[in-house]
């Protein structure tokens, strides 16, 4: 398998109850289904970008909304995201 630049999140802007815009950070493909389910009607995708680490992804999302510096809350989440999800998400994408 080719080396990837990271793994895909999309950032989606999703309507709260009160009609706020309340950002989500959410996995691209397959693996992000089951939480864009989720989004109410009215949701709508704004940004994508890669990561490789859930630390590294946090690290981005954050400062894209605003939230200050992320801080880690394991030191699991600078492992890199398991191959398995590369190979689910570039097979969604059909790169080859």
């Not at 793994?7 to 089951?34: K, Q, R, S, T």
């Not at 970008?49 to 600078?78: H, L, N, P, R």
Request: proline share 6%.
């Amino acid at each position: 398998m080719k080396k990837t630049l990271g793994y895909l999140h999309d950032v989606w802007l999703c309507p709260d109850e009160f009609g706020n815009a309340l950002p989500a950070c959410i996995a691209h493909g397959p693996d992000g289904d089951a939480a864009r389910a989720l989004n109410e009607p009215g949701s709508e995708w704004i940004w994508t970008f890669w990561a490789s680490s859930y630390a590294e992804a946090m690290c981005v999302y954050y400062e894209f909304a605003g939230y200050g510096k992320y801080t880690s809350q394991s030191s699991d989440d600078i492992l890199p995201y398991p191959q398995a999800w590369y190979e689910r998400q570039v097979g969604h994408l059909d790169c080859k």
